[in-house]
């Protein structure tokens, strides 16, 4: 098998892995317990944390990393300690203490919650609207036309258990494939830096592309969509940044500046110009000097996020809540949206 792709069953278990950790865990994580060079006080204490760790993405600009460099996030700064291509495992690192935050799929949240991780969703960190969405594409080629069609076929995307396997277990069954064909359609986890490129190769007979990315490769031509989450469930925010609970109670003002800030971000890429948007992007990208191509940020265009500020809303939970509990990965009744999320530290619009 490529190396790119990486099969159902082994993606599965390091997904399940990466969600399964305890709350002892958590409790030992080194980020959340003495933070960045103010270490973490008791509850609003005068020592909290200033510095926060976090994991990027390449050739792209965070909300928190666009807050920072407009400067909403105060004495606030961020310490990059790498990059990220899955939103399970950059919510597993805030969990152990390994960062301050993450950015995962509400469905990811909820099994991590689930999980008996002490977090809490703070602000909503991207979306679906027209024009951030994510699509499943086929080759202009293919034969693929229909949610039937993919029986037996590989669909490539970031990580499994998340946003883009959740969508197309909808997409199957609002077409309705039974349990049992939807089973025989294969999600292989596939970096969205390649999708394209093993999509073109035919490693694969459909590919996830989102973004700058899925711009990039429509404009190359060649491809078609098959469908979108977009067509599926129109505007909706999608994923959240979490903190721990221990976190946020310790440091609420590190945590209502940083949410605020980030809020803040989310309402600038809004209302400004999108060219201005996208020059500041390739500034910051350039800036921080880690050697990465900025060709892809001209196809930017939104973050998606539904909510004025990134509020976050009970019903951007209860749907991959029913989803996961009909797969039998979290119990039903188990979580309550209202005890997953807190927009206590979002100031964005309070004065």
């Known amino acids: 098998m490529p190396a790119a792709l990486s099969s159902t069953t082994t993606s599965r278990r390091q997904f399940l892995a990466l969600l399964g950790i305890s709350a002892a865990a958590v409790s030992c994580g080194t980020a959340t317990a003495t933070g960045g060079s103010g270490g973490s006080g ?35 700064t961020l310490e990059w300690v790498g990059n990220t291509i899955s939103g399970p495992q950059d919510i597993q690192s805030a969990a152990t203490g390994q960062t301050h935050f993450g950015s995962a799929f509400n469905g990811a949240v909820i099994k991590l919650a689930a999980g008996k991780a ?16 994510g699509g499943y594409y086929v080759l202009e080629d293919s034969p693929i036309r229909s949610a039937r069609d993919l029986i037996g076929k590989k669909v490539g995307m970031n990580t499994l258990g998340a946003h883009y396997q959740a969508l197309l277990d909808i997409y199957l069954s609002r077409n309705g494939l039974s349990k049992a064909d939807a089973a025989k359609v294969e999600p292989l986890v596939v970096p969205p830096v390649n999708t394209e490129q093993v999509l073109r190769q035919k490693q694969i007979e459909v590919g996830v592309l989102t973004g700058v990315l899925r711009d990039k490769a429509l404009a190359a031509g060649g491809i078609r969509p098959l469908f979108s989450d977009y067509d599926l469930l129109g505007e909706f925010s999608a994923g959240t940044y979490v903190m721990t609970r ?52 001209r196809y930017w265009r939104s973050y998606g996020i539904a909510e004025t500020g990134g509020r976050v809303e009970d019903g951007e939970f209860p749907l991959w809540i029913d989803w996961l509990a009909e797969r039998g990965e979290v119990k039903k009744g188990q979580l309550k949206a209202a005890d997953l999320y807190t927009n206590e530290f979002n100031g964005y619009g309070k004065g």
């Open 42 to 76: 008791g509850s609003g204490g005068a020592n909290q944390v200033t510095t926060l760790k976090y994991q990027g993405a390449v050739g792209s600009v965070t909300l928190p990393e666009l807050a920072a460099d407009l400067g909403h996030l105060g004495d606030l």
């Open 118 to 133: 002490p977090i809490k969703a703070v602000i909503s960190s991207y979306g679906v609207d027209q024009y951030a969405y």
């Open 246 to 297: 221990r976190f946020i109670k310790e440091n609420p003002d590190t945590v209502r500046t940083f949410t605020t800030g980030v809020a803040r971000a989310i309402e600038w890429s809004r209302t400004t110009p999108r060219e201005e948007v996208i020059a500041r992007m390739t500034e910051i990208v350039k800036k921080r000097g880690r050697n990465e191509d900025t060709s892809t940020l």
